[in-house]
């Protein structure tokens, strides 16, 4: 094995807190080695290696320590319950009770006593004890079964809510495929309108543009807001009743032309005619002109 100066430090002296640490390590793996009757294998001190078997050392010397204790203490209550078995033992071979003087049946009924005071956790086996334990396995019952109840209550509605929820997720489900094929019926539908209104816009488009032009034509022509659909009915219905009042004079001209063929009546009679027909067709455009006047005001 090489010595602690060797591995410690590159080969210079190690510290004497380090060389304390390999002392006790070397201890350590000798006599660990000679309680299994094994020789110490040789390896290289290191101090990352003396650190680890150190802590090995000092937990292994801990739980040697533990260990120890708890058998001593484990010794000792061997030797107290051997000393009082014997005690009993006296005492019931004074008594007459002792194991050889019982029947096959008795020792059994014994054994069983005292592996029931064992299950029931009993100090003794007094027929007090063994009606307090049973008294108190017989409250655990009424208490373990309360919680059943109570578990077997919760779980029902647990079922209920469980079932109805089902329930509810079959009936959400049935909707949504209702939903998905209303809206794959309605996606047509949707395809449809959108192509209306893309032709109703296109109209909407083409009106407006004839509107304009109409109201170009119109604004050339001399129209205004006055001159109104009403405006213009009452202007046929005058201009219709003109012609009815010069409707005569237009047939007493036409009459003229079966005249005689003496020229001067004949011109006489249509240069009045003519007088009288630009009379009334200057009352016609006076007329209008005052229907239109009107109609402005």
């Known amino acids: 094995m090489a010595e602690s100066g060797d591995g410690v430090g590159g080969g210079g002296a190690a510290t004497p807190f380090d060389a304390a640490h390999v002392a006790e ?58 000393a009082e078995a014997a005690r009993v033992r006296e005492i ?19 054994q069983t006593l005292a592996t029931a005071a064992h299950l029931l956790d009993l100090k003794d086996t007094e027929t007090g004890s063994f009606l307090i334990a049973m008294a108190d396995l017989s409250l655990k019952k009424t208490d373990i079964e309360e919680k059943r109840a109570a578990v077997k209550k919760e779980s029902k509605m647990l079922l209920d809510n469980t079932r109805k929820a089902i329930s509810r997720l079959t009936y959400l489900k049935r909707t949504l495929g209702q939903l998905e094929e209303e809206v794959a019926a309605r996606d047509g539908l949707m395809g449809q309108w959108e192509t209306n209104l893309k032709v109703m816009a296109s109209k909407e488009r083409q009106y407006l543009q004839q509107l304009a032009n109409y109201k170009a034509i119109l ?23 003109l012609e009815r009042k010069t409707k005569p004079i237009l047939d007493t001209l036409r009459s003229y032309q079966d005249l005689p063929p003496d020229k001067a009546l004949a ?31």
């Open 25 to 82: 390590v070397k201890a350590w793996i000798t006599s660990t080695f000679e309680a299994v009757n094994r020789e110490v294998p040789a390896f290289e001190y290191t101090p990352r290696t003396v650190a680890h078997l150190h802590g090995l050392a000092t937990l292994s010397q801990n739980r040697t320590q533990v260990v120890g204790i708890v058998a001593a203490d484990l010794r000792q209550k061997a030797a107290e319950f051997r």
């Open 219 to 241: 604004s050339r022509v001399g129209y205004t807001p006055e001159i109104s659909h009403g405006v213009l009915m009452q202007m046929v219905e005058h201009r219709k009743d």
């Open 92 to 110: 019931l071979d004074c008594a007459g009770l002792a194991q050889e003087n019982f029947s096959q049946s008795g020792v059994a009924a014994a």
């Open 267 to 297: 011109e006489l009679a249509i240069e009045d005619k003519r007088r009288e027909y630009e009379a009334a067709e200057k009352h016609l455009e006076e007329a209008l002109q005052s229907a239109l006047n009107t109609t402005n005001d």
